[in-house]
Nanobody, 124 residues
């Protein structure tokens, strides 16, 4: 398994931007599909975005499409989530996750390794 550490969360006003980073340990990072999920208080964890091992394919939840961009730098063992035009409903703890098997990308059960999460709060 790979160890994941998120950073970059914080407090931002509605309409603002943040970039989350997820640093991975291990030499096989480039073989993992990577995903971002989020969980708001009292709600289930939900899929946000995913990216293939090469970065050539990306997937987004409808709620963030056009506002968020996922990317990765395999040389730095890091995946990013650029979040623009943030809304109060984007407030959540954001988690990155790694999937070695590539069977799916939008369910929590598709991923084997998880970070500890980073808080994003968007004020209105």
């Amino acid at each position: 398994q790979v160890q994941l550490v998120e950073s970059g969360g914080g407090l931002v006003q509605a309409g603002g931007s943040l970039r989350l980073s997820c640093a991975a340990s291990g030499r096989t990072f480039s073989s993992y599909r990577m995903g971002w999920f989020r969980q708001a208080p009292g709600k289930e964890r939900e899929f946000v975005a995913a990216i293939s091992w090469s970065g050539g394919s990306t997937y987004y939840a409808d709620s963030v499409k056009g506002r968020f961009t996922i990317s990765r730098d395999n040389a730095k063992n890091t995946v990013y989530l650029r979040m623009n035009s943030l809304k109060p409903e984007d407030t959540a703890v954001y988690y990155c996750a790694a999937d070695h098997y590539g069977l799916g990308y939008s369910k929590s059960s598709d991923y084997e390794s998880w970070g500890q999460g980073t808080q994003v709060t968007v004020s209105s």
